[in-house]
């Protein structure tokens, strides 16, 4: 009967860092392998990430991050994934920020104009 030694504990932090990569990976609808290859690394090593069984460097972690379109303190849980916004929304608000009063007043006549056509059963691929 081998003993465990140890150092082959897997901690409660990588641990609690694979449920979140589990959860984060399923609420985008993608499989192990599909994220493996979003991030640039094998299944197996993402694997290892969800089960907690492999530690992750900081390098990857930036990585997965991006990948999944949240910051690093969601990952590690302190951040809410709820409220992380998308590349794309990143990109919006950037712009809009950047954009003159006169653009701004534009955006939101859009987005009202977006909102009632959807109210009244507008399809978006019409």
Sequence with gaps: MSKKRVGDAISPDYLALGNKLSELRTSLDLSQAEAAKKIGIPQSTYSGYETGKRKITL??????????GVDVDCLLGTGDYENQLSQDEKIIIEGYRRSDEQTRDMIKRLLRYYELFKEKGGNDND
């Design 59 to 68: 390098t990857k972690l930036r990585d997965v991050a991006e990948a999944f």
